[in-house]
């Protein structure tokens, strides 16, 4: 007869992923051990063995669902028929407020990634790509010019995810800029590069 999930399956199994994902962020993906997560989490080995049998499961998991919340927050924020800067703000605004409160699982997707299989890899890499597409869209609005060179689109786009994605090395909540001026700042430099290339 299979086992039955508990009510708090669910809650449970959460609170481990973002506990994991502390530990993974803070002492590295491959100097952790289950028998730390199992301890971070409170719970015994074979019991975190009933949710994860392995790290790598784990990893995927946390990555996975980062990277949804990101594809979500983006899906729905985005608005192609806004005028082409407020439609960047948006999708800039969008994603940095999704960051608030996950900078572990950030760090564990920029570091740990590439610990995954190649199959779980490009899972993930098709999410990611999937964000890189909406913010790509909106910066050849900004400046058509790029859309005419294939070539630049990647490397510009790819320097606007590198000013918000390691914002999390720097940004405190109770700092001088807040994360609203921060995503008003962001946007407003890259769009006055955007605008002088040629």
């Avoid at 491959?30 to 997560?37: I, L, Q, Y």
Wanted: aromatic share 8%; glycine share 8%.
């Amino acid at each position: 007869m299979a086992r039955t999930q508990a009510q708090d399956y669910g809650e449970k199994r959460n609170a481990i992923l973002r506990r994991s994902a502390r530990l993974f962020a803070d002492g590295g993906f491959e100097r952790t051990s289950m028998s730390s997560v199992a301890a971070e989490c409170g719970v015994s080995k074979p019991l975190l063995y009933h949710y994860y049998t392995n790290k790598e499961e784990l990893l995927f998991d946390i990555i996975h669902g980062h990277l949804e919340e990101l594809c979500e927050a983006i899906e729905q924020a985005d608005d192609p028929g806004a005028e082409p800067k407020t439609r960047l703000r948006g999708l800039v605004g969008a994603l940095l407020d999704c960051y608030r409160d996950a900078d572990a699982e950030h760090k564990v997707q920029i570091n740990a990634l590439s610990a995954l299989p190649r199959d779980k890899q490009e899972a993930l890499k098709g999410l990611e790509r999937k964000l890189v597409t909406i913010f790509a869209d909106a910066v050849k609005g900004i400046n058509p010019a790029v859309d005419d060179q294939q070539s630049i689109l990647k490397p510009v786009t790819m320097s606007l995810f590198g000013m918000l994605n390691w914002h999390y090395m720097w940004f405190r909540p109770e700092g001088s800029i807040s994360r609203e001026d921060y995503a008003d700042l962001a946007t407003n430099l890259f769009v006055k590069g955007l605008l002088g290339l040629r």
